[in-house]
């Protein structure tokens, strides 16, 4: 089972960045996704949710309006949109797949906004 999550990086303030999470090796249009977060001296916190099919998201309050999750069933990828990015957006973002049984994650990537 693999997560590789992509597409960190430096982003100004009030910019944009688009993050991939590539799923392998499990039935990935079974699992429910989501995108946590976790903030350097912070706890995680869950971002965004979709479920399987993608017909239903859900976002934390503070992400509402700026991120947009997708999922690719096909390609076997989640997708975090993120616009209108603050600096306290600034941590590890990870991917999660969760199923009945279990659940994965991916190894994070850095997203920092600073200017």
């Known amino acids: 089972v693999q997560l590789v999550e992509s597409g960190g990086g430096l982003v100004q303030p009030g910019g944009s960045l688009r993050l991939s999470c590539a799923a392998s090796g499990f039935t990935f249009s079974s699992y429910v996704m989501s995108w946590y977060r976790q903030a350097p001296g912070k706890e995680r916190e869950l971002v965004a949710t979709i479920t399987s099919a993608g017909g239903s998201t859900n976002y934390a309050d503070s992400m509402k309006g700026r991120f947009t999750i997708s999922r690719d069933n096909v390609k076997n990828t989640v997708y975090l949109q993120m616009n209108s990015l603050k600096p306290e957006d600034t941590a590890v973002y990870y991917c999660?797949?969760?199923?009945?049984?279990?659940?994965?994650w991916g190894k994070g990537t850095l997203v920092t906004v600073s200017s």
């Open positions: 999660n797949a969760q199923g009945t049984w279990e659940d994965y």
